[in-house]
């Protein structure tokens, strides 16, 4: 429930969706197939001529669509609440401009992505995400040297 958007009601509808086991799901790219935010692509990958949207890109149709519901309603609060996914629903939507319904599927489809870590993990929802094992940034966190006013060595500021 620390999940930007998931109310007591969702949190509980998305879990009796689940099951209860999500070890069923051997990643967060199963659990968004089933919830049916996984989009499938027939195209080519070419872009399509001037202003027409794009041909056979759509959500799938065999899974849960109360799930798929459920993480779509929380991606409604979620873009109200948490800076990160609305600045998702802007780039895909030109800032709420343009096709609302895509920004919103992107941003459950993300929800579902983090949803899915944080149920695995057993671990609470953080706005800021913490820093991949093994990069600078928590090699330098990790490696802080107490700051003097003195240069090492030399007994001199």
Same mark, same amino acid.
């Given at each position: 429930?620390?999940?930007?958007?998931? /109310?007591?009601?969702?949190?509980?509808?998305?879990?009796?969706?689940?099951?209860?086991?999500?070890?069923?799901? %051997?990643? %967060?790219?199963?659990?968004?197939?089933? /919830?049916?935010? @996984? =989009?499938?692509?027939?195209?080519? !990958?070419?872009?399509? =001529?001037?202003?027409? =949207?794009?041909? !056979?890109?759509?959500?799938? &149709?065999?899974?849960?669509?109360?799930?798929?519901?459920?993480?779509?309603?929380?991606?409604?609060? %979620?873009?109200?609440?948490?800076?990160?996914?609305?600045?998702?629903?802007?780039?895909?939507?030109?800032?709420?401009?343009?096709?609302?319904?895509? !920004?919103?599927?992107?941003?459950?489809?993300?929800?579902?992505?983090? !949803?899915?870590?944080?149920?695995?993990?057993?671990?609470?929802?953080?706005?800021? @995400? =913490?820093?991949?094992? *093994? /990069?600078?940034?928590?090699?330098? &966190? &990790?490696?802080?040297?107490?700051? /003097?006013?003195?240069?090492? *060595?030399?007994?001199?500021?």
């Amino acid at each position: 429930m620390t999940l930007p958007g998931v /109310s007591t009601v969702l949190a509980y509808t998305i879990a009796a969706e689940v099951g209860g086991r999500i070890e069923r799901f %051997a990643q %967060a790219r199963c659990l968004l197939r089933y /919830s049916l935010l @996984a =989009p499938l692509a027939d195209d080519s !990958g070419e872009a399509p =001529p001037s202003g027409r =949207p794009p041909v !056979g890109r759509h959500l799938g &149709h065999d899974g849960r669509t109360t799930l798929q519901w459920a993480w779509i309603e929380a991606a409604r609060a %979620a873009v109200r609440r948490d800076a990160m996914l609305r600045d998702l629903f802007n780039r895909r939507t030109q800032n709420g401009k343009q096709d609302r319904n895509r !920004g919103y599927i992107a941003v459950a489809n993300r929800l579902c992505r983090i !949803g899915y870590a944080m149920w695995t993990k057993g671990t609470d929802y953080q706005e800021v @995400a =913490p820093a991949r094992p *093994g /990069s600078k940034q928590q090699e330098q &966190h &990790h490696h802080k040297q107490p700051t /003097s006013l003195s240069r090492p *060595g030399t007994g001199q500021p």
